[in-house]
C-alpha cells in the first residue's frame, strides 16, 4: 500500500501537516479573542473524541455508540477524584482516560460475542445506565444540576485562569496532536491491520489465527482511553459537567462529525469535528436556536449518509483523494463480491495482518 | 416480609408498566423483523402522536374530543411512518451495512423531530386528559382507571395486530417478507408496499401508546426517550427474531423493574437490569428467548 503513494505524495502530505502543526501553534497571537479561543479549545476536545471514535467504529467496524458515554465516564471520573478526592487535576485527567478504558473493558465484555445489532442496543444501553447513575447519585455528582466547582491544572509559576485561556489552548492542541500521533500509529500497527481485517472479512481474519475477542477488546479500550482523557480535559477546563454529555443530542453532534469527516482516516473525524465545531457554536448564539442547530445536525447526518457515504471529504478532489482512495476499494461492490473477490490492496493488508499476528 | 398486599402492588404495577412496554417494543419489533433495521425514532413517535392528540384535544389547543384526537394522530401517524421509511430508510435497501446506516439515519430523526417538537410545543410539561377517569381496584391494590385501561387494551392491540400478521393476506406477506424477501418478491408479493404498511403500522401502534401512556405521564419532548431505552432493553431480553417472545419479555421486564424497585430502590433498579443484561448476554449471547440473528 505505502509503494503505492510514495514519492511526491507522501512528501505533500508530511508539509501539509508541517503546516498545519505550525499553524495551531500560531493560532493563539492572532487570535486574542477569549471567546474564539474558547471554540478552538472545545473544537479540539471534540475532535480527540470523533477521531478515537473512529478507531473502534470506522477501524475496527465494531457498532460502539457507548463512545460518547466513555467521554463522560472520562468527565465525571475526572471531576469527581479532583474535586473530591482532592487529586492533583493533571492526574486526575489520566484518571479519566483509565476510568474510560475500564467502563469500555466492561462493555467489551459482552459487545465481543455479540453480533450487528445487539452491539449497537447494548452499547445504547450502557450509555443510558451510566446516564442513570450519575443523575442518580446526585449528593455526588450534583444529578441533574451538574457538579460544579472543580478545581482546574496549574503549572509551577503559571495560572492558567489567566492571559485569555492561552494556556488551556496549548494543552488542548497538546492533547490533539498527541492523540492523533498515537491513533495514527495504531491503525498502521500490526494491530491496526488486524482490526481491520476482522471488519473486511471476518471468517479469513479468524482463520488465520487473529484473535477476534482481544482485538475487539483492545481497540474498543484504546478508543475509550483517549476520549477519557480528552473528558477530564473537557471537565478541568470548564470546571462544570453536567449529564448532558451523554444525552442523545450530544451522541448525534459527535456522530455527525465522524460521519462528515468519512470513517477510517482518522484525519477526517478530526478536521470535521474542528469546523462543525464552529458552525454549530456559531448557531448556537443566534437567538433561540440552541435546540434548533440540533435539527441541522440531524439533517446534515442524512444528507451526507444519503449523498456522500464516505464523507464530504470525498467530495473535495486533490489531497484528501488519497483517503477516499482507500475508502473506494473497500466499500466496492456489494458483501458478497466483497468476499469473493477482494481488491488487491485489501487482500495484501489482511494477509499481511493475519501473518503479522499468527507470528506472535 | 412480603404480605400479600405487597405482592399485590408489585403485580399490579409491574403489570401497568409491562403493558406500555410490550405495545412499545411490539412495534419496534414489527419493523425489525421485516425489514431487519432497527427504528431509533420509535420513541420519537411516540411523543409526536400524544403531541398531536393533546394539541387537537386539549383546551388550551383546538379543543376537540379524544376521540378525534385519537383518529387525528393516527392518520398523522401513518403520514410520518411512510415519510420516515421513503426517505431515510429505502434509499439504503442495498447498503452493505443497512442496519449500521439506518440506525444513524432514524438516530438523526429522531434528533430532528425530538428538537422539533421542542420548538413547536415548547419545553412546558403537558398532561393529556384521561380517557378513562376515576380509580379501579384490583385485587388489593388500587390504581387510576386509565391504568386499567391500558392494562385491558394492550392485550387486546397486541391481540389485533397479532390475528392481523396471522390471518389477513396483508400481514401474512409482511412476515413472508420478514422471512425471505427475495422469494416473496419471486412469488408476487409487492414487497415494497408492504415495507410502507409495516412502517406506518409500527407508527401508529407507537403514537397510540404515546396516547395512553400521555395521561399517566407528563409529556415532554423526551417523553418517548426512556420508554425507548426500557424497549432496547427488552428487545435484547427477548431477543428479536418473534413478536411473542418480545412480548413475553415486555411483561417480564414490567414485573422484574416492579419489583426491583421494591426491593433495591428507584435509584438501583436500572443498574441492575443492565447488570442481569450482560449477565444474560454473556451466557446467551442471541437473548434469553431469541434465536441467532445476524
Not at chain 1, 47 to 68: C, E, R, T
Not at chain 2, 28 to 36: F, I, Q, R
Not at chain 2, 112 to 119: D, V
Not at chain 2, 280 to 288: A, D, K, T, Y
Request: aromatic fraction near 10%; charged fraction near 10%; hydrophobic fraction near 55%.
Amino acid at each position: 500500500m505505502m509503494a503505492l503513494h510514495g514519492g511526491k505524495l507522501r512528501s505533500s502530505k508530511v508539509w501539509l501537516i508541517g503546516v498545519l502543526l505550525i499553524a495551531g501553534l500560531l493560532v493563539p497571537i492572532f487570535v486574542q479573542d477569549s471567546y474564539l479561543r474558547h471554540l478552538f479549545i472545545i473544537s479540539f476536545v471534540y475532535g480527540i473524541v470523533a477521531a478515537s471514535w473512529d478507531l473502534s467504529l470506522g477501524y475496527a467496524g465494531i457498532f460502539n455508540f457507548a463512545h460518547v458515554a466513555f467521554f463522560g465516564v472520562g468527565v465525571y471520573a475526572t471531576g469527581l477524584t479532583a474535586k473530591l478526592l482532592g487529586i492533583d487535576p493533571w492526574a486526575a485527567m489520566l484518571i479519566g482516560g483509565v476510568a474510560a478504558s475500564a467502563a469500555a473493558a466492561i462493555v467489551a465484555l459482552p459487545v465481543v460475542r455479540l453480533q450487528g445489532v445487539y452491539v449497537v442496543l447494548v452499547t445504547f444501553a450502557f450509555s443510558q445506565l451510566v446516564m442513570q447513575l450519575v443523575i442518580n447519585q446526585s449528593n455526588l455528582t450534583g444529578g441533574t444540576q451538574g457538579m460544579v466547582r472543580v478545581p482546574t491544572i496549574w503549572l509551577p509559576g503559571y495560572n492558567f485562569l489567566r492571559d485569555y485561556k492561552l494556556g488551556y489552548y496549548y494543552v488542548a492542541f497538546g492533547l490533539l496532536v498527541t492523540t492523533t500521533v498515537c491513533l495514527r500509529w495504531l491503525v498502521r500497527s500490526d494491530f491496526g491491520l488486524s482490526i481491520k481485517a476482522l471488519r473486511d472479512n471476518e471468517d479469513y481474519a479468524v482463520s488465520r489465527g487473529i484473535p477476534i475477542a482481544l482485538q475487539r477488546l483492545k481497540a474498543l479500550v484504546a478508543s475509550a482511553f483517549f476520549t477519557g482523557i480528552a473528558g477530564g480535559f473537557y471537565v478541568i477546563y470548564l470546571r462544570v459537567a453536567s449529564p448532558e454529555v451523554f444525552d442523545f443530542s450530544t451522541v448525534s453532534l459527535i456522530l455527525s462529525m465522524v460521519l462528515v469527516g468519512g470513517t477510517s482516516s482518522i484525519y477526517g473525524p478530526l478536521f470535521a469535528a474542528l469546523f462543525l465545531t464552529f458552525i454549530s457554536e456559531g448557531l448556537a448564539s443566534i437567538n433561540n436556536f440552541a435546540e434548533g442547530r440540533f435539527m441541522l445536525v440531524a439533517l446534515a447526518m442524512i444528507v451526507v449518509l444519503l449523498f456522500f457515504p464516505k464523507g464530504l471529504a470525498s467530495a473535495l478532489p486533490a489531497i484528501l483523494a488519497r483517503n477516499a482512495n482507500q475508502k473506494r476499494s473497500r466499500q466496492s461492490g456489494t458483501a458478497l463480491a466483497d468476499r469473493a473477490l477482494m481488491t488487491s490492496s485489501d487482500k495484501e493488508n489482511e494477509a499481511e495482518a493475519a501473518s503479522h499476528s499468527g507470528v506472535r | 416480609m412480603i404480605t400479600s398486599d405487597i405482592l399485590s402492588a408489585i403485580l399490579v404495577s409491574g403489570i401497568v408498566l409491562g403493558s406500555g412496554y410490550a405495545l412499545m417494543a411490539s412495534g419496534l419489533s414489527l419493523v425489525w423483523t421485516t425489514l431487519g433495521i432497527f427504528n431509533f425514532a420509535h420513541g420519537v413517535l411516540m411523543t409526536l402522536g400524544a403531541y398531536i392528540a393533546w394539541t387537537v384535544s386539549d383546551a388550551a389547543g383546538l379543543n376537540f374530543g379524544l376521540g378525534l384526537a385519537i383518529a387525528v394522530s393516527a392518520a398523522i401517524m401513518i403520514g410520518v411512518g411512510i415519510l420516515i421509511e421513503r426517505v431515510i430508510v429505502r434509499p439504503f435497501y442495498d447498503h452493505r451495512d443497512i442496519l449500521l446506516v439506518t440506525v444513524m439515519t432514524t438516530l438523526a430523526a429522531m434528533i430532528f423531530m425530538q428538537k422539533g417538537i421542542q420548538l413547536i410545543w415548547g419545553a412546558r410539561l403537558k398532561q393529556l386528559a384521561p380517557i378513562a377517569t376515576g380509580n379501579v381496584q384490583i385485587w388489593q391494590t388500587t390504581i387510576s382507571a386509565q391504568e386499567a385501561l391500558i392494562i385491558v387494551v394492550a392485550p387486546l392491540l397486541l391481540g389485533a395486530l397479532w390475528l392481523f400478521l396471522d390471518r389477513s393476506r396483508t400481514g401474512r406477506g409482511i412476515r413472508a417478507v420478514g422471512q425471505n424477501p427475495d422469494a416473496a418478491r419471486l412469488i408476487g408479493i409487492d414487497v415494497s408496499r408492504l415495507f410502507i404498511i409495516t412502517f406506518a403500522l409500527s407508527a401508529v401502534l407507537a403514537g397510540l401508546t404515546g396516547v395512553l401512556l400521555g395521561s399517566i405521564r407528563l409529556l415532554t419532548p423526551e417523553f418517548g426517550s426512556e420508554p425507548l431505552v426500557k424497549a432496547l432493553i427488552i428487545v435484547i431480553f427477548g431477543g428479536l427474531g418473534s413478536l411473542g417472545g418480545t412480548v413475553v419479555a415486555a411483561y417480564l421486564m414490567g414485573l422484574l423493574e416492579a419489583a426491583l424497585v421494591f426491593f433495591v430502590g428507584i435509584y438501583w433498579a436500572p443498574s441492575m437490569i443492565f447488570l442481569l443484561l450482560i449477565l444474560v448476554l454473556l451466557i446467551r449471547p442471541q437473548g434469553l428467548l431469541g434465536k441467532v440473528v445476524r
